[in-house]
């Protein structure tokens, strides 16, 4: 099944724009005057208890995972022999992600009582994040190294049954 390229560039694109959410919160985890915030409460989300795990922030995590989804999304690319093995594996993280971010929207609706609007673009990176790679996945389809005669993304059954030949 073909797709449009762009559909393989999404995952780097919004981990990226995870990795810049989350590391300025791993900031103002440290310097809260950097703290902007116009929607909600952010200040008392951060200060929280739950805003760390044995002193490290949450959203220092977050930066972590959104590195791994994007140079996994990359790897795709470079690597498209292992594309659905990198794709499972974003699937997973970004999965996981998702279900922490909603127990951490759970904890800011009704033990913390304050919504950090960073926090909630956040949940929507790592939502979206889920649902491009989940397609991918369920679609079956995997990149392959563009040439001017063949189609730049085929299926894994396209790419078996070409090697057998």
Same mark, same amino acid.
């Given at each position: 099944?073909? %797709?449009?390229?762009? %559909?393989? *560039?999404?995952? @780097?694109?919004?981990?990226?724009?995870?990795?810049?959410?989350?590391?300025?919160? !791993?900031?103002?985890?440290?310097?809260?005057? /950097?703290?902007?915030?116009?929607?909600?409460?952010?200040?008392?989300?951060?200060?929280?208890?739950?805003? +760390?795990?044995?002193?490290?922030?949450?959203?220092?995590?977050?930066?972590?995972?959104?590195?791994?989804?994007?140079?996994?999304?990359?790897?795709?690319?470079?690597?498209?022999?292992?594309? +659905?093995? *990198?794709?499972?594996?974003?699937? =997973?993280?970004?999965?996981?992600? !998702? /279900?922490? =971010? =909603?127990?951490?929207?759970?904890? +800011?609706?009704?033990?913390?009582?304050?919504?950090?609007?960073?926090?909630?673009?956040?949940?929507?990176?790592?939502? =979206?994040?889920? *649902? %491009? +790679?989940? !397609?991918? /996945? *369920?679609?079956?389809?995997?990149?392959?190294?563009?040439? @001017?005669?063949? @189609?730049?993304?085929?299926?894994?059954?396209?790419?078996?049954?070409? %090697?057998?030949?």
């Amino acid at each position: 099944m073909t %797709v449009h390229p762009r %559909v393989f *560039l999404a995952t @780097p694109i919004l981990a990226l724009a995870g990795l810049l959410d989350a590391g300025y919160l !791993t900031l103002v985890h440290y310097r809260q005057s /950097l703290l902007i915030c116009n929607i909600g409460d952010c200040g008392t989300v951060q200060k929280s208890q739950y805003a +760390e795990i044995a002193g490290i922030p949450i959203a220092l995590f977050g930066a972590g995972m959104y590195l791994v989804l994007g140079m996994l999304a990359l790897a795709r690319l470079w690597q498209p022999q292992r594309a +659905e093995l *990198l794709t499972a594996a974003n699937t =997973a993280i970004a999965l996981a992600g !998702t /279900l922490y =971010a =909603a127990y951490l929207t759970y904890l +800011e609706l009704f033990v913390i009582h304050a919504i950090c609007q960073w926090c909630v673009v956040s949940a929507v990176i790592t939502v =979206a994040i889920l *649902l %491009v +790679e989940g !397609t991918i /996945l *369920l679609r079956g389809i995997t990149p392959s190294p563009a040439t @001017p005669s063949s @189609p730049r993304h085929v299926t894994a059954a396209n790419r078996v049954s070409s %090697v057998r030949r």
